[in-house]
């Protein structure tokens, strides 16, 4: 069983950038897709960008399209989110999770979390 931890988040100001790092261990990092996603205070779990198991295909929820990119670096097991223009609505407690899917994209579709990491982004 995979596990992940999550680090990076942060206090910044609106225009700002940051990248998270999931880190993982316990099992094979290649062999499986990787997501992120967010949850803000009172609001539902929102699917935020996933990537393949080789890294060669990615996808971005509408709201993060352009600002937000996904890698990986299998070597050293690790999936990265780089936040660019950062908006005080991408304030959220950001989670990084493992599929056995090809792909997904809803919070069922994935079976092993991490703890989270926040995010504050001030105006």
């Known amino acids: 069983q995979v596990q992940l931890v999550e680090s990076g988040g942060g206090l910044v100001q609106a225009g700002d950038s940051l990248r998270l790092s999931c880190a993982a261990s316990?099992?094979?990092?290649?062999?499986?897709?990787m997501g992120w996603f967010r949850q803000a205070p009172g609001k539902e779990r929102e699917f935020v960008a996933v990537i393949s198991r080789t890294g060669s295909t990615t996808h971005y929820g509408d709201s993060v399209k352009g600002r937000f990119t996904i890698s990986r670096d299998n070597a050293k097991s690790t999936v990265y989110l780089q936040m660019n223009s950062l908006k005080p609505e991408d304030t959220a407690v950001y989670y990084c999770a493992v599929t056995r899917r090809s792909l997904g994209y809803y919070e069922s579709d994935f079976g092993t979390w991490g703890q989270g990491t926040q995010v504050t982004v001030s105006s």
């Open positions: 316990g099992d094979t990092f290649s062999s499986f897709a």
